[in-house]
DNA sequence: CAGTATCCCAAGCGATACTG
DNA sequence: CAGTATCGCTTGGGATACTG
């Protein structure tokens, strides 16, 4: 990028729709405010490994117990997991945790997120761990498509436009 | 898993696979603690969008001038925004942000959060921004699909299985 | 096992003032 | 305009102990 006398302008400027419009409507930050913590994804991540008890998901994790509470009761609340209680034979009963529907459709968010690591942050090894469609046991990635069936590739250009719910900003 | 006694199983615990290894190795894990925390992903958000000056990211933003100072710089310094100079006819240099093409691929991360937003936190009216193909301008959406071609719709079912960097917990 | 209750601490944020 | 510097404070996280 050499001597750009141009800061503004071109078609590269796609900002001028969302950069009007409120930074808190968006979508992007409602959905950080509710999982942009520092241990929800994970939690997310682990319970939808499979990882389903709260002692299991404490030691899994390495997070502090109060704290694994404290999220776990605010996705229940928010009804991205679901608690149930299940008995086995005579014993006490026990609870466990597993998505929701809303709750799974985070998966892609996840996908995106382990893509992204893997492409960059693994090492010469290569990545830690590989998604797998569990139907046909494929390998899964996210991608971006169009509606008219474009495939957009790994550095999208896009152009964000105000959609209905915008709210001006003042 | 060794201990585990078992309650529900089935075919729905997929779970073997990550839950054996390493939490932090993970690479949601290693991508989130890169740009997992409260403002990152929002600055990114902008500058993608083509609020590029410091000035104008501060009050779209409405972060702390000293809070976009540091993470300006700690995305630059992992090569996520590109800091450039320009000039103004005679006037004093200025800097300008854009993201990396490493940045540029962090896209469907933010999309994937945008659309679980759109559908599940925007309000009656809808979303409050839509996401077009700059090329063709239709609208994009995140999808997954696997290598076989399927496409795996809104609820995903993977198996996640270790792969060549993953290092096994003791 | 599955949490809750306390207490403490540090990171991180915000507000403000200052500089080239 | 584009930051840096300082400071106080709140939010959350960690450790530990306790309970049904």
Known sequence: MSSVTRPAAGPADTGAGLAAYDSETCSIARTLALIGDRWTLLVLRDVGNGIR????????????????TRRLAALTDAELLQRSAYQVSGARERH???????????????????????RHLA????????????????????????????????????????????????
């Open 96 to 118: 466990e945790y597993r998505l929701s529907p809303a709750g799974r459709e985070l998966v892609p968010i996840l996908l995106a997120f382990m893509g992204w690591g893997d």
């Open 123 to 170: 090492g010469p090894e290569g990545p830690p761990a590989l998604p797998a469609h569990a139907d046909c046991g494929a390998l899964v990635r996210v991608a971006l498509t169009c509606e008219a069936g474009h495939d957009l590739g790994d550095r999208p250009r896009l152009h964000i436009r105000p959609g209905p719910g915008s709210r001006r900003r003042d």
């Open 53 to 68: 008890r709260f002692d299991d998901l404490a030691s899994h994790l390495g997070i502090a117990r109060n704290v694994l």
